[in-house]
């Protein structure tokens, strides 16, 4: 069974400071994906940034990349220049094989002004 | 485009009703529908992943006669809670993948469920 672990509940940063929100998965298949998920107060799903295990290059997304160690099944977010409007829920997911994804029990992320 | 909508977004009903929720693919078709719940402060847990025209696959420990999936279109899944009891105030949230798409999961808005 496919695991995903977040083992931050809460993080903090300054506004404009960096961040990394840490993710580790189990899994035993080759070919799968990897998402960041961020929720607002609002509750709507946003997509972040999604990562194809086929691929060793990290995916980047403006202010959002991730640190992608297959080996290690580690799946790390660093958030750049953070703005207050990233404060929210962040949940790591993986998804293999029709579309089962699989959700972390999400990190909350506070902007300090 | 990618739009997901669902309705309502809040509901109160009592304690022994059903409730419907309704989730809908706007601007595309979607192959599969997937019907999740949270309960609050907590992660997004799978209940059951539905095809257009087929019965649903529902997530161990889910009840199937309570939680009944219908997916009639390419466009739209319902949700019904029947017999509704308080420990199913949750928030549910459905995605939908593209017909011909990169199997990414757009999400609707949610719908907060409270029973009375």
């Known amino acids: 069974a496919q695991t995903v672990t977040q083992s931050q509940p809460e993080m903090s940063v300054q506004e404009a400071e960096t961040v990394t929100l840490s993710c580790t998965y189990d899994?035993?298949?080759?070919?799968?994906?990897l998402f960041w998920y961020k929720q607002p107060p609002s509750r709507q799903m946003i997509l972040v940034i999604r990562?194809?295990?086929?691929?060793?290059q990290n995916a980047t997304e403006n202010r959002f990349s991730v640190n992608f160690q297959k080996a290690a099944k580690s799946f790390s977010l660093k958030i750049s220049d953070s703005q207050l409007g990233d404060t929210a829920m962040y949940f790591c997911?993986?998804?293999?094989?029709?579309?089962?994804?699989?959700f972390g029990a999400g990190t909350r992320l506070t902007v300090k002004p | 485009g990618a739009v997901v909508s669902q309705h309502p977004s809040w509901v109160i009903c009592k304690s022994g009703t059903s409730v419907k929720i309704e989730c809908r693919s706007l601007?595309?078709?979607?192959?599969?529908m997937f019907w999740y719940r949270q309960f609050p402060k907590q992660s997004l847990m799978l209940m059951a992943t539905?095809?257009?025209?087929?019965?649903?696959?529902?997530e161990q420990g889910v009840e199937k006669d309570k939680f009944l999936i219908n997916h009639a279109s390419l466009t739209l899944s319902t949700l019904t809670v029947t017999s509704a009891h308080p420990e199913d105030s949750s928030f549910y949230i459905c995605?939908?993948?593209?017909?011909?798409?990169?199997?990414?999961?757009?999400f609707g808005p949610g719908t907060r469920l409270t029973v009375t």
């Open positions: 899994t035993s298949e080759n070919n799968y994906y």
């Open positions: 995605s939908a993948t593209r017909l011909a798409g990169n199997y990414e999961q757009y």
């Open positions: 601007d595309f078709q979607a192959t599969t």
């Open positions: 539905s095809n257009e025209g087929s019965k649903a696959t529902y």
């Open positions: 997911a993986f998804e293999y094989n029709n579309n089962d994804m699989r």
């Open positions: 990562q194809e295990a086929y691929k060793q």
